[in-house]
């Protein structure tokens, strides 16, 4: 990695605090620093501009990186497809290989530049078997889980100096260099649905998902329910059903019915996933892990029970609550990222 005044790095800017602190972290470790922020869709154009302020107010030279038709063919569709199939699909972990830090190392290399650098809150770590993702100091912020799917040849290039980070100390570093964006709100939603409107969202780019009725939880046929991309696994809230009793959401089925549970229906054994990523070492049947089945997940302890191709069979030590197909699973050896992949079913 990256350790003297003559190296060059490239780092992602949003206009947004911790891409901005990133910045001064690393030029006040010597390090020569340009800027680039990516345009992935027209809701993006503010954080465009928040990016340009907050470069010139560094004297940070900035590129922007125009990627809004590879955004929406690998984030877009594949975000509309899978929530129309009743599926639960996290769009940064499909962003971060295929397009964010893609972006950015195709631009480092144009400028002739090794490194790349982004203000997520993890870190990186090189192991006998290659470089890998590492949970941040903060527990509270770590990102880890959504940088899971990085391929080496962009870890092997990735500085992420936020991650020995706490926000507050990220927060008091930008209000002495007196940013402008300072006390900005962290960003809560799904970057390019910015009104938290999914369905809305989906519809208006015509797309449709799959209709089907609610199935109580002794087999009953209930009522129709809205379509498909209305609803998630472990979902509580705006069913608009009354069964004497709270329900909520246990499986979205392929015919497009969705059948319901009550209080202790959501808890799993265990989970399969598909389309597993091991950057380190393939996995193997017997081995031991922890896993997160969500982003804010605590993670709990697993074994591998199956490991396939690109397929995963695992169980949960204890049992876990509501893992949705479409989310990612992320497994951990302590606090390194030793791979993942996307859940197909439960166990």
Known sequence: MPNSALDRILVGMSGGVDSSVCVQILRDQ???????????????DKAVEEAKKVAAQLGVPLRVLDCEDRFNEAVIRPFCDSYCKGRTPNPCVLCNPAVKFKAMCDAADEMGIRYIASGHYARIAETPHGFAVQKAVSTARDQSYMLYRLPQEILSRLCLPLGEFEKPAIREMAREMGLCCADAPDSQE?????????????????????????????????????????????QRKGLGLSLNRPAFVKRICDNGDIQLGFSGDEFYDGITLSDVVAPLKPFAAGEQYEIKIRSVATPVACTIVDASDDRLALRFAEPARAPAPGQSAVLYHGDIVTGGGFIEDMI
């Open 30 to 44: 010597g390090f020569a620093v340009e800027g680039a922020v990516i345009r992935f869709s027209p809701a993006h």
């Open 190 to 234: 799904i970057c390019f649905i910015p009104d938290g409107d999914y369905a809305g969202y989906i519809q208006a780019h015509g797309y449709a998902g799959l209709e089907g009725w609610f199935i109580a939880p002794d087999g009953k046929r209930l009522t129709p329910h809205k379509g498909v991309m209305h609803y998630t696994v472990g």
